[in-house]
């Protein structure tokens, strides 16, 4: 009997593993699915939304498979230089960006490193802009966006599948800040939002 005890608990353990695994990436699923849908919505709906400001139909945008291997943890280093660089326009202009942080982090087995910026004289507003292997391929030529929660913390969370096209991925009138060089990321980063090329 004490056999059996001690082959059990191990395939219970098993089990429970498994369980807790797909538990975790049903959850992970249906949130990035919630963000889409709520992207959907404001962009059919809301009065902020270029869609609606332009009067344009609004087919809606595709994306890449959920993968949480794209959703990183990255060490946020503060840079204290207090440096400005100039960020050029999808129309050509300039505009100053205070160099704010790096994010460094591991993805598909090599180090990358994001600039994150912030705007001159707009708070606690961020921009962190990227290009990767799949830019001007399957993802918008301008590069994609991300959304970042930034705290006291040295440690912060990236998520690719949450990587989002500007408004002028949509319509050619908006002005578009582009990635700065620095944020040419050397992988395919086959998540988020695709290039939009409605039908």
């Known amino acids: 009997m004490k056999k059996a005890a001690l082959i059990l608990i191990p395939i219970a353990l098993l089990v429970f593993v498994f369980t807790q695994s797909g538990s975790s990436s049903n959850e992970y699923h249906a949130e990035i699915k919630k963000f889409r849908e709520d992207k959907h919505d404001f962009f059919k709906n809301s009065e902020a939304s270029p869609f609606v400001q332009k009067n344009i139909e609004y087919i809606p945008a595709t994306f890449f498979p959920p ?35 790096r994010a460094n ?9 994001l600039l994150i910026l912030k705007p001159l004289g707009f708070g606690n507003q961020y921009l962190t802009a990227f290009l990767d292997e799949t830019s001007a391929i399957t993802t918008y030529g301008g590069g994609r966006y991300l959304d970042l929660e930034i705290g006291k913390s040295n440690q912060i969370e990236i998520d690719f599948n949450k990587a989002y096209n500007p408004y002028c991925a949509y319509v050619e009138d908006y002005l578009c800040p582009l990635p700065p060089r620095e944020n040419f990321l050397q992988v395919a980063i086959e998540v988020g939002e695709k290039d939009y090329k409605p039908e």
């Not at 990255?74 to 942080?101: C, H, M, P, Q, W």
């Open 67 to 101: 993968n949480p291997d794209f959703k990183v943890r990255a060490k946020l280093d503060r840079l204290t230089s207090r440096e400005t660089v100039s960020i050029t326009n999808s129309d050509g202009s300039e505009a100053k960006y205070l160099k704010f942080a």
């Open 105 to 113: 982090f591991s993805l598909s087995g090599l180090d990358h490193s």
